[in-house]
């Protein structure tokens, strides 16, 4: 007598979906201009007084070619996360020309804050790569 036996395999579809590569924020983006937060590409404003609770943070190297991001480099627990100086594109003479005139570093150290709105349940991530951004996250 042959017997069937039925084979089964758990796995964790969000790991798989994570490691298979992409970057993908969740919810809306959010970001600080000019003394309000603001909501997407749009620009709404976030009503003043909203309450938000942080539900989780992460860090990560994003370089930008001709406004489009090309590569992301996130700190993942227990792996070396690497300075700036072992990213390519180090040489500021190869580096696009910046607003300001001057060169300007194709890479950027970025900070995300994940939010939630409990009342409404919206999700947001807040971006950061300036130094108050950073400050005001950690």
């Known amino acids: 007598m042959t017997t069937n036996a039925l084979m ?7 790991a798989l979906l994570a490691q298979a590569g992409g970057f993908s924020l969740p919810g809306e983006r959010l970001k600080f201009r000019k003394d309000r ?7 709404a404003e976030l009503p003043l007084g909203t309450k938000l609770e942080a539900v989780d943070t992460r860090e990560g190297w994003v370089k930008f070619v001709d406004s489009k991001l090309v590569e992301h480099v996130e700190r993942t627990p227990g792996e ?8 390519d594109d180090y040489d ?3 580096w696009p020309t910046g607003l300001d005139g001057k060169p300007a570093d ?7 804050l994940y939010l939630i ?5 919206r999700d947001f991530t807040f ?3 300036s130094v108050g951004g950073h400050k005001a996250v950690r």
């Open 106 to 112: 194709p890479w950027s150290l970025n900070l995300y």
């Open 37 to 43: 937060y603001v909501i997407g590409k749009d620009g």
């Open 8 to 14: 089964t395999t758990q796995t964790d579809g969000f």
């Open 80 to 87: 070396r996360f690497p300075e700036r100086e072992e990213l």
């Open 127 to 129: 971006i950061t790569s």
């Open 92 to 94: 500021e003479q190869d």
């Open 117 to 121: 709105e409990p009342a409404s349940g």
